[in-house]
């Protein structure tokens, strides 16, 4: 069977094959153009759906909310209407209660073209998903978008239960052509995909627990781990886990807290006690996988 | 304003607060009751270590001192730009900072922020925009962007979105604007020890700030967006 790429895949695309066969409705849908009045204003191209795609579905028979980011409009960049799709999708979990919202993300973080209301769009999804996740329901992010998943997104996504991403897939705060403008190319070479990628991509992030499953590029692969996803309990946020993030946190700086000597990805690697680290970078999705318990 | 001297202003020469390195914490008092006040100063850029830094403080309140309201002081020039902070997870770090402050929040902390300098991206994020309220001083600044960076990465002139930004708050830097659209609650003006009596007595644990984005004229499709969302068939 030939896979098909999640990476290739438009945002649409993605849902049509993530949940099951015909279950997508989307609310709010190109039909009713709702598109960003800030664009227009700056002469700048608008989408009927300011980017993203929300509605409800089933998954596994099982209903669902959804989100899905569109990479090739502004570079999944939330702004005023974007941003509140999100939050009303995850209000109107709070209200229906679905078994799970997934938010396939694929952002650069808030839309510079609307960067105050962005800003503030960005930071109401987060307490809307932290509402949702207080009220016992999931919130699962998938990751593996070319425009990967950043800004202010990178930081939603890590308030969700559980984050699942392919190898391609990138997570992190500021992108490497930001650092590279404001500290030097010496700081970070942006045009270095291998490093752009063992400071950012899926395979560092599986090794560090940043990413909950770590995935092939294939759409099949995504659906599957979604099932898996929702067979967990929700993971409510207690003082109790907070205290063991915060051990695990500072206990990763505390390993490197040294200029240390080569590549920093692989000397971390190590240090977290990844056997053969020095050869992750050559590895396959499996090979990664088996390095680190589920 | 110097978090000195507003701290002095708010809570008198022996507030208790410390500074160490870009941190500020301590339990000051506050007509009779204990706040716990945890900032940043110097414009401090927010890495891994700082976020740690405050949710550790955060995290301790909530153990320590059950309902004891929080104030975070905010001064920071958004996340720090290294590469080192983004292979540790940088964006980790800061989700559980804010998820610390959100975790205070359901239970029963009162979190106020106030920005009394400046305010930048995601730095805002997870301090005082994951707060129950957020209020700034009038002469603070908040903003993801200046004009000049804007019209670089967006290939716009200019004179274009400096004419915009007059009529239209999503454009420009501004703590007015951020007022506008319901991300700042409110300026403190005069009073500062009132204000921030005011603002521990009314701010409002629900999340509001789309409505009054809409009520101010500053932002307004927001709320109702959400609510079309709600009513969607």
């Not at chain 1, 699942?164 to 052509?177: K, Q």
């Not at chain 1, 915060?246 to 240090?271: I, Y």
């Not at chain 2, 603002?199 to 499709?221: F, H, I, M, Q, Y």
Request: glycine share 12%.
């Amino acid at each position: 069977m030939t896979t098909l790429s999640y990476a290739e895949c438009s945002a649409r695309e993605r849902l049509l094959h993530l949940v099951d066969a015909g279950s997508f409705h989307e609310w709010l849908p190109p039909a009713e153009r709702l598109s960003s009045p800030h664009l227009a204003q700056l002469g700048v191209p608008s989408s009927f759906d300011d980017g993203v795609a929300i509605g409800r579905a089933t998954l596994a028979g099982r209903p669902v909310f959804v989100a899905a980011q569109e990479g090739e409009f502004m570079g999944g960049g939330v702004g005023e209407v974007h941003g509140a799709k999100l939050v009303g999708l995850m209000q109107r979990a709070l209200r229906d209660r679905p078994d799970a919202v997934l938010l396939l993300a694929e952002s650069g973080g808030v839309r510079l073209h609307e960067a105050n209301a962005g800003l503030i769009a960005v930071s109401e999804v987060m307490r809307a998903m932290l509402d949702v996740r207080a009220a016992g329901i999931r919130v699962i992010v998938l990751i593996g978008g070319a425009n990967g998943c950043f800004g202010g997104m990178g930081i939603v996504a890590r308030c969700a239960d559980r984050i699942v991403m392919s190898d391609i897939g990138r997570l992190a705060m500021s992108g490497p052509e930001v650092i590279e403008a404001s500290h030097g190319v010496d700081e970070f070479d942006s045009r270095d995909r291998a490093l752009v990628w063992r400071t950012t991509g899926g395979k560092h992030r599986w090794l560090t627990g940043d990413c909950d499953a770590l995935l092939e590029d294939d759409i099949a692969a995504f659906r599957a781990a979604a099932i898996e996803s929702l067979g967990r309990p929700a993971a409510e946020v207690t003082l109790e886990r907070l205290e063991t993030e915060h051990a695990l946190l500072t206990a990763r700086l505390d390993l490197l807290t040294d200029a240390a000597d080569g590549d920093d990805a692989v000397t971390l690697w190590s240090r977290l006690g990844i056997p053969g680290a020095s050869r992750v970078t050559e590895m396959n999705v499996d090979e990664v996988r088996a390095l680190r318990p589920a | 304003m110097e978090w000195n001297t507003l701290a002095t202003a708010l809570f008198g020469p022996d507030h208790g607060i410390r500074q160490e390195g870009d941190l500020l914490h301590g339990t000051v008092t506050f007509d009779g009751q204990a706040v716990m006040v945890i900032g940043t100063t110097g414009h401090a850029p927010i890495g891994v270590r700082l976020a740690l830094a405050q949710a550790r403080a955060v995290l301790d309140t909530v153990s320590d001192h059950p309902g004891r309201p929080i104030l975070l002081l905010i001064d920071t020039q958004g996340q720090q730009l290294r590469r080192r902070d983004e292979l540790l997870g940088i964006n980790r770090a800061m989700a559980h900072l804010g998820m610390a402050i959100d975790h205070a929040r359901r239970r029963g902390h009162r979190v106020l922020g106030l920005v009394y300098d400046q305010a930048l991206s995601g730095g805002f994020i997870t301090s005082g925009l994951i707060a129950d309220a957020c209020d700034a001083l009038p002469e603070a600044e908040i903003r993801v962007m200046r004009i000049p960076a804007m019209a670089r990465v967006t290939k716009l002139p200019e004179a274009m979105l400096t004419e915009l930004s007059q009529s239209n708050p999503v454009f420009a830097p501004g703590v007015d604007n951020y007022v506008a659209m319901g991300g700042v609650r409110k300026l403190w003006q005069g009073d500062l020890r009132g204000c921030l009596r005011e603002a521990l007595a009314n701010a409002s644990v629900e999340d509001g700030r789309a409505r009054d984005g809409a009520a101010r004229g500053g932002r307004r499709l927001a709320a109702d967006v959400m609510q079309r969302v709600l009513d969607a068939a």
